[in-house]
Nanobody, 120 residues
């Protein structure tokens, strides 16, 4: 069993900042990559940012220069620092991880999601 638990969402004014965290736990042999996706009402889930175990980060164009993803392999944690938030960033943010388990099974795992609302 593998669990991903997110924290750090909330309500913020436009131009504000939030920091999301996601901790992985369970029967983990190796975390290959961790990332954040988001889903706004009526829209499809989309990639926000991802970081590999080698710390290579990729970003969606709409967050470049505003969001920063980082990972702590020892803590099995990924962070998303979000600055200069805009109303269009309002969405449920989901943590995703590509994990190889102790049973040598590799698959994607998802957290339950955390709400981010950007509003005056």
């Amino acid at each position: 069993q593998v669990q991903l638990v997110e924290s750090g969402g909330g309500l913020v004014q436009p131009g504000g900042s939030l920091r999301l965290s996601c901790v992985a736990s369970g029967s983990i042999l190796k975390i290959n990559a961790m990332g954040w996706y988001r889903q706004a009402p009526g829209k499809q889930r989309e990639l926000v940012a991802q970081v590999t175990s080698g710390r290579t980060a990729t970003y969606a164009d709409f967050v470049k220069g505003r969001f920063t993803i980082s990972g702590d392999n020892a803590k099995k944690t990924v962070y998303l620092e979000m600055n200069n938030l805009k109303p269009e960033d309002t969405a449920v943010y989901f943590c995703q991880a590509g994990i190889t388990t102790l049973h040598f099974i590799t698959r994607d795992y998802w957290g339950q999601g955390t709400q981010v609302t950007v509003s005056p």
